[in-house]
Nanobody, 117 residues
Framework: QVQLVESGGGLVQPVGSLRLSCAAS????????MGWYRQAPGKQRELIAT???????NYKDFVKGRFTISRDNAKNTVSLQMNNLKPEDTAVYYC???????????WGQGTQVTVSS
């Protein structure tokens, strides 16, 4: 069972920055594709960005140029650098790990990001 723990959320003003981190419990981190999702009140959870075990990244259009996903396989961590934050980025942000061998998904508990002046 993989456990994921997010950190780094909080309150930030518009155009500000935050860095989210996700620590994974498994030492076989390199076989997991990692991703960040978010869920705003009253909305469905949506994908933000993904990164493969080899480091290939993919972003949804609404965060391209503003958010950067990265991973450190040696430390079993994945991060999301968020710049130029907007009020519409307010949501609970979740870390996701998908085992590429069996397809199982694992989720963190989520961390709140609030963008407000």
């Amino acid at each position: 069972q993989v456990q994921l723990v997010e950190s780094g959320g909080g309150l930030v003003q518009p155009v500000g920055s935050l860095r989210l981190s996700c620590a994974a419990s498994e030492g076989i981190f390199k076989i997991f594709a990692m991703g960040w999702y978010r869920q705003a009140p009253g909305k469905q959870r949506e994908l933000i960005a993904t990164i493969t075990a080899s480091g290939s990244t993919n972003y949804k259009d609404f965060v391209k140029g503003r958010f950067t996903i990265s991973r450190d396989n040696a430390k079993n961590t994945v991060s999301l650098q968020m710049n130029n934050l907007k009020p519409e980025d307010t949501a609970v942000y979740y870390c996701n790990a998908r085992n590429v061998l069996d397809g199982l998904n694992y989720w963190g508990q989520g961390t709140q990001v609030t963008v407000s002046s």
